[in-house]
């Protein structure tokens, strides 16, 4: 029954084939449909403890979820989780030279390219959401140190004392830089990349930056072209990625190591990476059943750094 303009029933009569002809019609239009919308849908995480998020981003992405707020949710909870700082991100990471820590995020939509970003912000410890409130609510694309901790208070964001900020790990480890000098190996950074239904795709970055570093020392992690992009164009992913390592290593010489891993999406969902170093990462598309922990190994035209060739 339908609803005719002034408001009384109209009825109307269909013959049995015309009727199957319609619901034939339907499902296949509805299957279309449905195919192309999950087409695309695929999530990517750096280093193996990345699993969790993209785990987390997998759910959010399958519900209808936007990209960006599937990577602020994943990336806050590993941000958040003192377990996880010894892998330089986050609550739980390892503090500057003067004992407190600084976090850098870092969160860029790939359509219309709106970027927020913060940097050696203190007292928070999931520092992606404070760059998501930069992005959706700050005239400026990033903050830095205090003014960084100023507007996350403005925003409701409770600063907490340094004994909140580290583990007992972490502090240790401080306390043993501050004996012996003794620095700590590797310097992990969580990066996410989410692609949505709708096909938005978003990446996230956050560090709590090199262990014992200069308080206001900010690296590449939170710097857009740098330590993420996204856009809705560009080059195949696997070719993207050995693009920019073969434009470093003819900058720098192939006899000069350095340590660099990077992974690409596009709005396919098609992934690819490149790495001077062994590189583990986890992945998952619409094609999966679950998400997978991949290695990419390094190219072998790049010469190791100091720390892989020991």
């Given amino acids: 029954m339908l609803t005719a303009a002034e408001g009384r029933p109209v009825e109307f009569k269909q013959d049995a084939a015309s009727i199957a002809a319609g619901r034939i019609l339907t499902t296949i239009r509805c299957t279309v449909l449905i195919d192309k919308l999950f087409e695309g849908m695929a999530a990517i995480g750096t280093w193996p403890f990345s699993q969790s998020a993209v785990e987390k981003m997998q759910r959010m992405i399958s519900a209808g979820e936007h990209a960006t707020d599937a990577v602020e949710e994943a990336m806050a909870e590993v941000e958040d989780n003192l377990e996880t700082g010894r892998f330089v991100v986050g609550r739980g ?29 203190r ?13 959706d609510g700050s005239p400026h694309s990033m903050l830095v140190g205090e003014g960084a901790s100023a507007f996350a208070q403005d925003q ?13 790990p972490t502090a240790a480890a401080y306390l043993e830089f501050l004996q012996k000098q003794k620095s700590v190996p590797g310097h992990d950074t969580l990066g996410l990349i989410a692609l949505d239904l709708k096909g938005n795709i978003t990446v996230g970055v956050s560090s709590s930056g090199i262990p014992f570093k200069a308080p206001g020392r900010v690296g590449d992690s939170p710097l857009p072209g740098c330590g993420l992009y996204a856009d809705q164009r560009g080059r195949a992913p696997a070719e993207a990625c050995e693009a920019v390592l073969q434009d470093i290593a003819e900058r720098l010489g192939t006899d000069e190591g350095f340590e660099i891993g990077l992974v690409a999406m596009n709005i396919k969902g098609e992934m690819g990476a490149a790495s001077s170093l ?17 290695i990419q190994n390094p190219v072998t035209w790049v010469n190791l750094s100091a720390n892989q060739q020991q």
Avoid: H
């Fill in 93 to 121: 990471g390892f503090p500057n030279s003067a004992g407190v820590l600084e976090c850098d995020a870092a969160i860029m939509e790939g359509q219309p390219g709106r970027f927020g970003a913060v940097a050696a912000l």
């Fill in 278 to 294: 062994k590189f583990p990462y986890t992945f998952w598309n619409f094609g999966m059943a679950s998400v997978e922990k991949c």
């Fill in 123 to 135: 007292g928070v410890g999931t520092p992606i959401r404070v760059a998501r409130r930069v992005l």
């Fill in 156 to 168: 409701g964001f409770s600063l907490d004392p340094d004994s909140r900020m580290l583990s007992a």
